[in-house]
């Protein structure tokens, strides 16, 4: 059971990035799904994180510029950034509660992510 990451890279302030992350493995269900991030010296802290029935929850930091969504049928979360600032920059996990023999929480590898001109 593993949670892959994907689509991290470098961008110019202003510009957009997709991050995806997929749960693949003996899963019987998937429940929250979502990001965080970790800039260095900072701690790890909430992007977003979404339901299986699409509930969305977002740092204030990235309200209307960032987008989760997910696709049940591929065990697979989508970020969709926008607007991206320097301060955005950090390693970003992707985070899921899973259901293999009992429900756990796992962690993806990081994909990072920077801002820059």
């Known amino acids: 059971v593993q949670l892959q990451a994907s689509g991290g890279g470098l961008v110019q302030p202003g510009g957009s990035l997709r991050l995806s992350c997929a749960a693949s493995g003996s899963i019987s269900s998937v429940n929250d799904m979502g990001w965080y991030r970790q800039a260095p010296g900072n701690e790890r802290e909430l992007v977003a994180v979404?339901?299986?029935?699409?509930?969305?929850n977002y740092a204030d930091s990235v309200k209307g510029r960032f987008t989760l969504s997910r696709d049940n049928a591929k065990n697979t979360v989508y970020l969709q950034m926008n607007s991206l600032k320097p301060e955005d920059t950090a390693v970003y996990y992707c985070?899921?509660?899973?259901?293999?023999?009992?429900?756990?929480?796992?962690w993806g590898q990081g994909t990072q992510v920077t801002v820059s001109s």
């Open positions: 979404i339901k299986r029935g699409g509930t969305t």
């Open positions: 985070n899921a509660d899973l259901l293999v023999f009992r429900w756990k929480n796992y």
